[in-house]
């Protein structure tokens, strides 16, 4: 692949990740869906670490539904949009998503994200390239601003 297509390949695919994430941003929440044992969970959570500067995660997740679910992370040159979400646990307020990944355009990631729902809410972030190495370590820290929502009901509507 020449540079110039894979420049062009690159911007298309920040131009999308970036619309997607302004859909997010302005819309309501997205509705729960409830049945016996199910959850939902979504929400954003932002950071700043330098000036000008926005670290961004999103997610949407359906117990019901791990196909329809699924996980983008944005920090400038870090890309991450989910493929398939393979495994959700919830314990305690605490989120637990594994799941495979296209980074920077490329696929065959792995990703293991956790995010803690509390007064304060917090996120980390794990990337292990095709080889299974640990390619980029996001640790666990406080939004400085977003929500995230954990959502479980016993009864369905």
Known sequence: ??????????????????SFSTAS????RVPNVYAAGEYTVFGNG??????????IIEV???SSSLNDSWLRYY??????????ITEVNVEKGILTITGSAIVQGYSDYKFTATIINGKKDSWGLDIYNPDGY????RAVQKVAKGDFVISSDSKSP
């Open 134 to 137: 640990l390619y980029f370590q």
């Open 25 to 28: 941003i302005l819309s309501v």
């Open 60 to 62: 949407n997740i359906i």
């Open 1 to 18: 692949m020449s540079r110039k297509l894979f420049i062009i390949l690159a911007c298309i695919l920040v131009l999308c990740f970036l």
């Open 75 to 84: 920090y400038p040159g870090m890309n991450l949009v989910s493929t398939s």
């Open 46 to 55: 932002y950071n700043y670490p330098g000036s000008g500067i926005s670290e």
